[in-house]
């Protein structure tokens, strides 16, 4: 199990877009993504952990879930190599 989450991001980005450079592009779900700096990764993973609270929060309290809070989050996941 990896200490933080950017290093059990790299193991994904090793295993899903293989040799590719951090810095470098490859293809995850049909999309292109950046292997991601550890800067760039801690704000993206700031952004998804923000967006998925909210997201979390609307569906405990059994509120309508906005279709853009839903597009929001499954582009922040494939940033960081996610499954939504």
Known sequence: MSDS??????ARAGAILGS???GGYGKYQGRLVKKL???????RWHQYQATKQQYDQILEQGDTVNDAIVQLLKEHASELLIDE
């Open 5 to 10: 989450p950017y290093e059990a991001y790299l």
């Open 20 to 22: 590719v450079e951090v």
């Open 37 to 43: 700096t550890s800067a760039e990764f801690g704000e």
